[in-house]
């Protein structure tokens, strides 16, 4: 794992930087002088950071291997990663530097080491015996392609295969190579005129060390003799080899064959194999040969003692099985199983009862490597049944569109989920324990409860565990069990806005405390969920449809021209919305061709009864409809708040209130409407647009084409724009997305398009703000078609909070800050009525107060502050049951009072932090002074930030699109901390990073894996402690009992003394030119750049005391043998003394 050792940045910069920026501000009413400022407990000195874990499926596997002693099974990467598994919540994570892909691994069997082979023809030396894996040598090949290694058991000399057909023995000791070489020529001397190809198998007779079995891509095998260095015997078939397996008594092996054939040999008779069989091939009845199949790429052979060996294979199906998925084979005794796969096999491996290969097997499982996900099958039970997968290997069950992270949850959360969530699981799991359950725990002091939201492309929702350094999902939710599915093509309605996956989430807000959810999908459509315990089963699903729209035709016209409610509506008033409808009403709309689509939604929600488990239940769904002809554009930005039982979303037309407990629609505006006719930052359309473009996120995707030819042209001239290299590089970047994100969905390829825009205009030149933020420009996209589509303001931002809507209020009150993509925050009052049956009779009241602030860039995220800094959360109410009794309802229903403000005299009460793309900005309330500012970045921009709580204080983490992460104190905005950690290369980060509480952080690193990064320093030092451990001291099992006869006559297994064949002193040099040694940083040096503080220093020391103290437990049983074999001596010679003491010479 890569550490970053972070140089602090210096108090006194960070000082001259909040007072310049600053500065501006001090001439400002209502600034707080110097000696009132808030006192800030942060420093940089709590501030660090480091990667900690990462979850999910290695992504693009591309080997495995498993340690029958330790229980450990590692896995290996196209990119160049190892993971390593051990028992439930034992992961471990280490990349090769090069990046080059994983051809092979090999366990040195309970030795704590790895042998790891590259597709860069280099070796290295893993070793596992610490808690962050470290290489200990590297060997590259200069003039040889490694393609095939084996390491003996219990043996420090690694047989490495090449391309030319060389076999090459590495000592792993001291990884440099032996001058025993075999050459292929040797090897195969007459038996064939032209090259065998590669090495594609090596391994040693079970019974007899002194010979290798060689097996040559072109159908050779050669059984050499190591002593007398030469081939003993060679067997010769015509169809090229994959794989070849031993049985264990040494006399026979079987080779796989690219014809779907296997070949069964006798060592001693190489003229023809003693069987052919074809398992997957049809038998003619004229007895001539099947039919060819598809090649058996991997077969292994395992022996019983009580019954017929096992044979299992991977591949050789017939040619006729054409779509067919992948499939694995076990022949056990007359029976054949083929156990079909979700996804390509990758390898296999059988896992047995013992590490020697010169004893009976037992096997007793099958671990299945795929493409997509890790299989492990029982071969003790009838049917094969597969192991309940400890693992969090189902994060891209389906493409992951958002994710968020929740440190420091309500205690009772996960266990609440986790009992919902256990009825959600699979019969017919093998009732066995999991067979890799090697390594321990880390012993990490962090305890408090960590949830993970993550939303998928299917529409499903899940939530994880992610405490204690874990992660284990807890709940499933699938939210289109909503709505009615299409059953084929040609019922698919023509009102979809996405033609794949229209379930897919885009973003969700989540409540822990009131257990409220609300998500919204790429279809325009926001569902709210209460969590319940109890069963339900909903006649009818409570749908609430909206009509939005925003007309940019008419500049001089504020008034969009679509159904709007008056700004506080009356209950039965012409403009309300539509009331709950029933769903039948929906499908008359959608089946209508004639004339352009209107008032007709993208999905169908579900007209039969919905049952509703355990769990999160449908409170409300509320549908986007279509508005004469046009889409309706994708929702932007939500959230909800349970004290206020309201829902709020925002697109590019504007915003809508929405009181889900009485199923209303409170307020509809459009973005241009929440500003005051009076205020200077009123924007105004930069031009009228004459074609209506289909869903805002969509038409990126899907408009390439024609936009690609106005590209690069100016908007007031026909020449062309001076960016027209990075505009051909922005095109390309596109289409390269719109090839990949295809495979999610269309949303994701519109996620790439716009996040390629926006890089291209963060780099032009943007003028800043003035001291009073009066005059407030904006920098414009070269390119007509950016014009038209940023023309709309897009709702970005939602913070429900209680605070000063106006800056003559003196009393706080429910209000609603609203951030959008052009760095406008203006705020919304909420007036509720009281609560009890008042609450769902009388209507709430919502007004526009205007704009608070303006900043540069996006808004991304807000916050209130009371006058001490101390975070004031939004008001919620704490979560009840809705299907418990009456008496229980009451009991747990009380609002949350909002913590009071302080009543100093002369200050201002509240701190508003508001952040955007560009900066950060906090602000006086309620005079609405702005007291401090930072500029964030320049030349980049901000992807993502959030007010998080670190080390008792508050701060504003962020994540930018250079890839620097970087901290900002509050409320003076000093900078803490600024590392350039992570470059954005894909969208997926963008799109999937979030902050959370206690210095946590997460991104999707990969499409199937989790990376998870703290940036606390107290967590760093920790890290040592925190971490599972994957080697454990476990005794190596007893050889195999030889047995009387065969330890008389000779007929066990024979030894081979490798040092005296290998060793420099017998087989001389190895050529210098051949490979060269790199020494790894591995061994105590590892550690001492992975941990740093005193834990490190304690961890270093304790693993030193334990090897000190294992050596010295072997020195002393070896003194104690050597005095036990003394004495013993002594004894014998003592008797024999006696004995013959007073006897003559003749007499003996």
Not at 52 to 76: C, E, N, W
Not at 239 to 258: D, L, N, T
Not at 711 to 718: A, E, L, Q, V, W
């Amino acid at each position: 794992m890569k550490k970053f050792n972070i140089r602090k940045v210096l108090d006194g910069l960070t000082a001259a930087s909040s007072s310049s920026s600053s500065s501006s501000a001090a001439a400002q009413p209502g600034t707080p002088r110097e000696n009132d400022a808030v006192q800030e407990t942060l420093q940089s000195e709590h501030f660090q950071l480091c990667k900690t874990v990462r979850h999910g499926f290695p992504y693009q596997p591309s080997s495995m291997a498993f340690d029958p002693v330790q229980k450990i099974l590692a896995v290996g990467t196209q990119t160049g990663a190892l993971r390593l598994f051990g028992r439930a919540g034992v992961e471990c994570y280490c990349q090769h530097e090069s990046g080059a892909a994983v051809i092979q691994l090999q366990f040195l069997i309970n030795e704590g080491a790895l042998v790891s082979a590259l597709t860069d023809d280099s070796i290295h030396l893993w070793n596992l015996r610490q808690k962050i894996p470290a290489i200990l040598h590297s060997l590259k090949f200069n003039r040889e392609r490694i393609t095939y290694c084996h390491l003996p058991f219990q043996s420090k000399w690694l047989y490495i295969g090449t391309e030319r057909g060389n076999i090459h023995i590495v000592n792993v000791e001291s990884f440099t190579l032996s001058g025993y070489v075999i050459m292929w020529n040797k090897a195969i001397e007459l038996s064939t005129k032209t090259h065998p190809g590669p090495v594609v198998h090596i391994s040693d007779n079970p019974m007899d060390e002194g010979k290798l079995l060689i097996g040559f891509e072109c159908g050779v095998v050669v059984l050499w003799d190591l002593k007398s260095k030469k081939a003993d015997y060679r067997y010769t078939y015509d169809e090229a080899i994959h794989s070849v397996a031993w049985h264990h008594e040494g006399k026979q092996f079987v080779c796989s064959h690219s014809d779907g054939t296997l070949t069964t040999w006798n060592i001693r008779a190489p003229a023809k194999p003693g069987q052919i069989i074809t398992p997957h091939g049809k038998q003619p009845k004229d007895g001539k040969k099947p039919e060819p199949c598809k090649p058996i790429l991997k077969v292994e052979y395992k022996t019983t003692r009580a019954g017929d060996p096992f044979m299992v294979l991977s591949g050789g199906l017939s040619y006729d099985t054409v779509g067919r998925r992948a499939c694995l084979t076990v022949m056990h005794g007359k029976s054949t199983a083929v156990l079909e796969m979700d996804y390509p096999i990758v390898d296999f491996l059988t896992l047995c009862e013992t590490p020697y290969p010169n004893d009976f097997q037992e096997p007793y499982a099958v671990v299945v490597l795929l493409e997509k996900d890790l299989v492990v099958i029982d071969l003790g039970q009838i049917g094969y049944p597969i192991f309940e997968n400890p693992y969090p290997l189902t994060v891209h069950e389906s493409p992951v569109t958002c994710c968020e992270y929740f440190a420091d949850c309500p205690a009772e959360l996960i266990p609440a989920l986790y009992s919902v969530g256990s009825r959600q699981k699979r019969q017919g799991y093998s009732k066995k324990e999991w067979p890799i359950s090697g390594g321990n725990w880390g012993q990490g002091t962090q305890s408090y409860p960590e949830i993970i939201i993550t939303g998928h492309a299917d529409g499903s929702i899940k939530f994880w565990d992610a405490s204690a350094m874990m992660l284990q999902v807890l709940y499933k939710l699938k939210t289109a069990k909503v709505f009615e599915r299409a059953r084929g093509k040609e019922e698919k309605s023509g009102a979809d806005i996405v033609e794949e996956d229209p379930f897919a989430i885009q973003t969700l807000s989540w409540c822990p405390e009131s257990r409220m959810l609300c998500v919204a999908g790429v279809s325009a459509h926001v569902i709210v969920y209460r969590f319940s315990k109890q069963e339900v089963t909903s006649e009818v699903v409570q749908l609430l449809e909206v009509r939005m729209q925003c007309d940019f035709g008419d500049v001089d016209s504020p008034d969009p021209g679509g159904e709007q409610t008056p700004t506080l509506p009356v209950p039965g008033a012409s403009s309300s919305p539509q009331e709950v409808e029933p769903p039948t009403l929906l499908s008359t709309g959608s089946n209508s061709s004639d004339g352009p689509r209107d008032n007709i939604p993208c999905l169908q929600v579900r007209s039969s009864p919905l049952k509703q488990s355990p769990g999160y239940q449908v409170e409300l769904v509320i549908q986007l409809v279509w508005v004469s002809g046009e889409p309706p554009q994708q929702i932007t930005s939500l959230a909800i708040n349970s004290s206020y039982g309201l829902v709020v979303f925002g697109n590019s037309n504007g915003l809508a209130v929405v009181d889900y407990l009485q199923k209303t629609l409170l307020l509809n505006m459009g973005t241009l409407e929440l500003y005051s006719p009076s205020e200077p930052y009123q924007r105004q359309p930069c031009s009228p647009r004459k074609t209506r473009q289909p869903s805002g996120a969509l038409c990126d995707s899907v408009d390439g084409s024609n936009a690609s030819e106005d590209r690069c042209k100016s908007p007031t001239s026909g020449s062309t724009s001076p960016c027209n290299s990075d505009e051909e590089r922005k095109q390309k970047f596109i289409e390269k997305v719109k090839l990949k994100g295809r495979r999610f969905s269309k949303t994701v390829a519109s996620d790439f398009a716009k996040m390629s825009r926006k890089i291209s205009a963060s780099n032009e030149q943007k003028p800043d703000l003035d001291a009073k933020d009066v005059s407030f420009t904006r920098s414009r996209s070269s390119s007509v078609t950016s014009i038209e589509r940023e023309s709309r303001e897009v709702i970005s931002s939602f913070h429900f909070c209680e605070s000063f809507p106006r800056k003559t209020d003196t009393v706080v009150s429910p209000c609603l800050l609203v951030g959008t993509t052009q760095g406008s925050v203006m705020m919304v009052a909420v007036s509720l009525p009281p609560g009890g049956d008042q609450r769902m009779q009388q209507p709430v009241g919502v007004s526009s107060c205007g704009t608070l602030v303006r900043l540069k860039g996006g808004i991304l995220t807000m916050a209130l502050l009371d006058s001490t800094a101390t975070l004031l959360p939004p008001s919620y109410e704490p979560w009840y049951d809705t299907n418990a009794s009456d008496e229980d309802k009451e009991r747990s229903r009380k609002r949350r009072p909002a913590s009071p403000p302080s009543s100093q005299e002369g200050h201002d009460p509240q701190f508003a932090v508001l952040c955007s793309d560009k900066q950060a900005k906090v602000v006086a309330m309620p005079s609405q002074t702005r007291i401090y500012k930072h500029n964030i970045t320049e030349t980049s921009f901000v992807l993502r930030a959030d007010v998080v709580q670190i080390a008792g204080a508050n701060c504003i983490a962020c994540f930018c699109a250079n890839g620097h992460i970087m901290t900002l104190s509050l409320p003076s905005l000093r900078p803490l901390l600024d590392v350039n950690y992570l470059p954005l290369t894909d969208m997926r980060i963008a799109r999937t990073f979030c902050f959370s509480n206690l210095g946590q952080a997460l991104y999707l690193t990969s499409p199937t894996e989790v990376q998870r990064i703290t940036y606390s320093q107290e967590t760093c030092d920790n890290l040592q402690e925190m971490l599972s451990e994957l080697f454990t001291p476990v005794e190596t099992p007893e050889a195999p009992n030889r047995g009387f006869f065969k330890g008389l006559f000779g007929g066990g297994a024979q030894s081979l003394d490798r040092e005296d064949l290998f060793g420099e002193t017998a087989s001389g040099k190895a050529s210098r030119s051949l490979a060269q040694h790199i020494p790894g940083p591995g061994g105590m040096e590892g550690i001492k750049g992975a941990a740093s503080g005193v834990v490190g220093d304690l961890a270093r020391a304790r693993i030193a005391l334990d090897e000190r103290g294992q050596k010295l437990g072997e020195l002393e049983d070896r003194t104690a043998g050597m005095m036990a074999s003394a004495e013993s001596f002594s004894k014998h010679a003592h008797d024999m003394m006696l004995k013959y003491k007073d006897k003559k010479w003749y007499q003996l």
